[in-house]
Nanobody, 119 residues
Framework: QVQLQESGPGLVKPSQTLSLTCTVT??????????WSWIRQTPGKGLEWMGA???????DYNPTFESRTSISRDTSKNQFTLQLSSVTPEDSAVYYC???????????WGQGTLVTVSS
């Protein structure tokens, strides 16, 4: 069984960089054909896929966020990380990490973490 747990600051100031980590328990994040995504949910826009990192280390991003987003991984800790720069209050959301069996597939979810952008 896989378990995903998001962690990071709950409050970020405008213009700063939001950094969240997903710790994976169970399979290695380098296991073939697993894809690890970040998704956020806001009241106004619903669920938004932000990007993903594949088992191979390749990444793909939603064009909406690509200029501000970076997803990386630490295989020694079985973690992957989201960084979103130049945040504004519109980036306030519940952020989820997720594992899928393909790009844009979302099979297992973390519980989510609320991030508020405010001064």
């Amino acid at each position: 069984q896989v378990q995903l747990q998001e962690s990071g600051p709950g409050l970020v100031k405008p213009s700063q960089t939001l950094s969240l980590t997903c710790t994976v328990t169970g399979p290695s994040i380098t296991t073939d054909y697993f894809y690890w995504s970040w998704i956020r949910q806001t009241p106004g826009k619903g669920l938004e896929w932000m990007g993903a990192i594949a088992y191979s280390g390749n990444t793909d991003y939603n064009p909406t966020f690509e200029s501000r987003t970076s997803i990386s991984r630490d295989t020694s800790k079985n973690q992957f990380t989201l960084q979103l720069s130049s945040v504004t209050p519109e980036d306030s959301a519940v952020y989820y990490c997720n594992r899928g069996s393909g790009w844009y597939m979302f099979d297992y979810w973390g519980q989510g973490t609320l991030v508020t952008v405010s001064s």
